[in-house]
């Protein structure tokens, strides 16, 4: 009688190992993805296109230049003005290399501010320009208020 | 009688609480599953830029039919709406209707007024590489000190 209690009682014990194992694993998984990096600004609400494409080439120099209102323009993840646009790219990009300029606005943006960074692009001599989208069908061109049902 | 306390003391020392070890493990996976952020991976629309000076239509290689794009802001209602040539479109629809009837060596001139939101653009640049028109162009004259400072 006391042997078969004290087999029940082993029983009943849970294994906790596996369940921890697990979810340390999840933790690692999570601490893996999280990404700190300011390299590509974040809250950036960029426009649909159904036409755009992963690029082919990863390792193209890129020029990211982030574009979230007038006063907010980024180089990679450094804070710029416009007026300064040409000076940091020339200064960390020397004449005669290889570069693609990677715009990533907003797509509230007005076109003045493409206009502006695209004029001293082509000043600088970078005449390839890309555009960052998400994959999507475009915003229709007449626009619905949120309100009308 | 003293001895066997002593021993059900140690034997209490010994074991583990598991129980702070997971209510912590838990809020870590709780803290990651609240703030992890799935960013929807990005593509590009790629674009040549003209040098700088050099407007297509002096390039005496190429004799392009001209297709002029102008997006500007109706007064009536606010909306926006497409000029093609003689032509009012209002959607990219219409637009990319239009177009896949035109030849494909045509050039596109998109023209836009400087407060069109940058997703319009984009629209409008994805409508013209649907229709299969490569050659597109952003009008637009060099701008003023002013505007860049």
Redesign the interface.
């Known amino acids: 009688m006391r042997a078969y209690r004290k087999r029940t009682w082993a029983r009943m014990i849970a294994d906790l190992t596996p369940l921890i194992d697990v979810i340390f694993l999840i933790i690692i998984f999570f601490v893996v993805l999280i990404n700190f990096s300011q390299v590509h600004v974040r809250n950036v609400v960029l426009p649909n296109a159904d036409q755009s494409y992963v690029s082919s080439n990863p390792n193209r120099q890129l020029v990211p230049i982030t574009l979230r209102a007038k006063d907010e323009i980024f180089l990679g993840k450094d804070r710029i003005s416009l007026a300064t646009l040409s000076d940091k790219i020339k200064r960390r990009y020397p004449a005669g290399s290889e570069v693609t300029a990677l715009i990533r606005a907003d797509e509230e943006i007005p076109y003045e501010l493409i206009k502006l960074v695209l004029t001293k692009l082509a000043a600088l001599n970078i005449d390839k320009v890309e555009f960052a989208t998400w994959e999507g069908t475009p915003d229709p061109l007449i626009e619905i208020p949120s309100n009308e049902t | 009688m003293k001895l066997k306390f002593l021993r059900h003391a140690s034997e209490r020392e010994m074991a583990v609480s598991?129980t702070p070890?997971?209510d912590v493990?838990?809020l870590?996976?709780v803290f990651?599953?609240m703030?992890?952020?799935f960013?929807?991976?990005?593509?590009?629309?790629?674009?040549?830029?003209?040098?700088?000076g050099n407007e297509a239509s002096e390039d005496p290689s190429k004799d392009w039919e001209k297709v002029e794009l102008k997006?500007t802001i109706a007064r009536e209602d606010g909306?926006?709406?497409?000029q093609l040539q003689e032509r009012t479109l209002?959607?990219?629809e219409d637009l990319n209707g239009y177009l896949t009837e035109l030849p494909e060596d045509i050039a596109i001139i998109i023209d836009?007024?400087?407060?069109?939101?940058?997703?319009?653009?984009?629209?409008v640049?994805?409508?013209c590489?649907?229709a299969n028109k490569t050659d597109i162009v952003?009008s637009?004259a060099?701008?003023a000190q002013s505007?860049?400072?």
Do not use: C, R, W
């Open positions: 598991m070890l997971i493990v838990f870590l996976m990651f599953l703030t992890i952020n960013e929807k991976p990005e593509e590009v629309l790629a674009h040549q830029l003209p040098q700088l997006l909306q926006l709406q497409l209002t959607s990219y836009a007024a400087n407060d069109v939101p940058y997703k319009h653009i984009i629209g640049y994805n409508s590489l649907k952003f637009f060099a701008p505007a860049i400072n």
